[in-house]
């Protein structure tokens, strides 16, 4: 089954979103919800809207190593997983709303997230010294009153919010930190402004959010009260995951560009592909895609046997991340001049990958944790 489902999401990528990458309505902040509208109401009449999700929710009930085939196949063009609703961070909110919501917040929330029909976005990362890679810092505060909450801070580089139907708020209450769910708009929280980032491939871009006294029911709280940084791990763990897995697809893309191009440009007496310096580029594009694709399918069948694999998400974040940048790097060097121009899809996917380090934790604060962990173990072998 996973291999038809994957021809058929590489003809619709290649078919339907790949026409539509130099459309008007892709601009600095993302495609636009009409164009998106369009890609979704394609992908649906194709079975291909949120095939991850299970049954119950419309998918197919892929597996993470199945789904690791499904999205690098969706994403060979930066806009696939959007128009196939596999996009961050609807695909990573509709994972935690499947295992913590309840069954009258499902159907409220994720039933028409899971259909495509609306947008969601996830309030974490602060400003000014807040929640960032450390979420201990969490500075956003939530205190009850009454039956409701009312949560006020400031949050950034908040992703899809211009234009999302609800979003789940991480806010500090007490000692420890809870999630909410909340329709939008709603009183109180205001877009301040959309950021001009570096990447552009995801609709209502990353704006700055404040809260001044948004009120949430009580029966809008995600799971229980004070779990949020434990329900952040279920979210993130399996998140960075995916991220590894669209990206690897735009990656292949921009390799595949740079191989045509190194096979068919004469330069000095020869293709480009007969100079070394060309040629080793490309074979070296080869090896970090495939280790890229091993080690993300390693992570994955670690998640699909109910292992915890949130050290070995960190290694596959670090790894893929920067495997993935080169391969973009070393395309774009092999195109020369044409490489840094709009007129290839590479530039783009330079962009996407170079943030692609950045976001979900950077490399450094993955590998801090992970030394922490050799520290730890270290001090446990010692003490037995």
């Given at each position: 089954?996973?291999?038809?489902l994957v021809a058929?999401?590489?003809?619709f990528?290649?078919?339907?979103?790949?026409?539509?990458?130099?459309d008007?309505?892709?601009?600095?902040?993302?495609?636009?919800?009409?164009?998106?509208h369009?890609?979704?109401?394609e992908?649906?009449?194709?079975?291909?809207?949120?095939?991850?999700l299970?049954?119950?929710?419309?998918?197919q009930g892929l597996?993470?190593a199945?789904?690791a085939?499904?999205f690098r196949?969706a994403?060979?063009?930066?806009?696939g997983?959007?128009?196939?609703?596999?996009?961050?961070?609807?695909?990573?909110?509709m994972?935690?709303?499947?295992?913590?919501?309840?069954?009258q917040?499902?159907?409220r929330f994720?039933?028409?997230?899971a259909t495509?029909t609306?947008?969601s976005?996830?309030?974490?990362?602060?400003?000014d010294?807040?929640?960032?890679?450390?979420?201990?810092?969490?500075?956003?505060?939530?205190?009850?009153v009454g039956?409701?909450?009312?949560?006020?801070g400031?949050?950034?580089?908040i992703t899809?919010?211009?234009?999302?139907?609800?979003?789940?708020i991480m806010?500090r209450?007490?000692?420890?930190?809870?999630?909410?769910?909340?329709?939008?708009?709603?009183?109180?929280l205001?877009?301040?402004?959309?950021l001009?980032?570096?990447?552009?491939?995801l609709?209502?871009?990353h704006?700055i959010?404040r809260?001044?006294?948004?009120?949430?029911?009580?029966?809008?709280?995600?799971?229980?009260?004070?779990?949020?940084?434990?329900?952040?791990?279920?979210?993130?763990?399996?998140?960075r995951?995916?991220?590894?897995?669209?990206?690897?697809?735009?990656?292949?893309?921009?390799?595949?560009i740079?191989?045509t191009?190194a096979c068919?440009?004469m330069?000095?007496g020869?293709r480009?592909i007969?100079?070394?310096g060309?040629?080793?580029?490309?074979?070296?594009?080869?090896?970090?895609l495939?280790?890229?694709?091993l080690?993300?399918?390693?992570?994955?069948?670690?998640l699909?046997r109910g292992?915890?694999?949130?050290a070995?998400?960190?290694?596959?974040?670090?790894?893929?991340?920067?495997?993935?940048?080169?391969?973009?790097?070393?395309s774009?060097?092999?195109l020369?001049?044409?490489?840094v121009?709009?007129?290839?899809?590479?530039?783009h996917?330079?962009?996407?990958?170079?943030?692609?380090?950045v976001?979900?934790g950077?490399?450094e604060?993955?590998?801090w944790?992970?030394?922490?962990?050799?520290?730890?173990?270290?001090?446990?072998?010692?003490?037995?």
């Open positions: 089954m996973i291999s038809e058929r999401t590489a003809h990528i290649e078919d339907v979103v790949i026409p539509c990458e130099r008007e309505r892709i601009g600095s902040h993302g495609p636009s919800d009409a164009l998106v369009e890609w979704r109401s992908a649906r009449n194709r079975g291909l809207i949120a095939p991850h299970p049954s119950r929710w419309g998918g597996c993470h199945e789904t085939q499904l196949a994403g060979y063009s930066p806009f997983p959007v128009a196939m609703n596999i996009a961050a961070p609807d695909e990573g909110n994972h935690l709303l499947d295992r913590v919501a309840t069954e917040q499902q159907a994720l039933h028409p997230l495509g609306i947008r976005t996830f309030l974490m990362t602060e400003p010294g807040g929640a960032g890679s450390d979420p201990s810092l969490l500075r956003t505060e939530a205190r009850r039956d409701d909450w009312l949560i006020s400031r949050k950034w580089l899809g919010i211009e234009g999302a139907g609800f979003a789940i806010a209450t007490g000692e420890s930190a809870t999630m909410f769910l909340t329709d939008l708009p709603v009183p109180g205001e877009i301040e402004r959309v001009d980032t570096l990447d552009y491939a609709p209502g871009g704006a959010v809260l001044e006294n948004v009120r949430v029911p009580h029966d809008q709280v995600l799971g229980e009260v004070g779990k949020g940084f434990r329900y952040a791990q279920v979210r993130l763990a399996p998140a995951l995916t991220h590894c897995m669209r990206w690897t697809g735009g990656a292949q893309r921009a390799h595949d740079a191989a191009y068919e440009r330069a000095f020869k480009l007969e100079h070394e060309v040629g080793f580029m490309l074979a070296d594009n080869l090896i970090d495939r280790q890229a694709e080690i993300t399918d390693w992570c994955a069948a670690l699909d292992e915890d694999a949130a070995a998400s960190s290694m596959v974040k670090v790894a893929v991340s920067e495997a993935l940048y080169r391969v973009a790097d070393r774009l060097q092999v020369g001049g044409l490489g121009t709009a007129d290839t899809i590479v530039q996917l330079f962009r996407e990958l170079r943030a692609f380090r976001y979900d950077p490399s604060v993955h590998r944790s992970l030394a922490k962990r050799i520290e730890r173990d270290h001090r446990q072998r010692l003490e037995a």
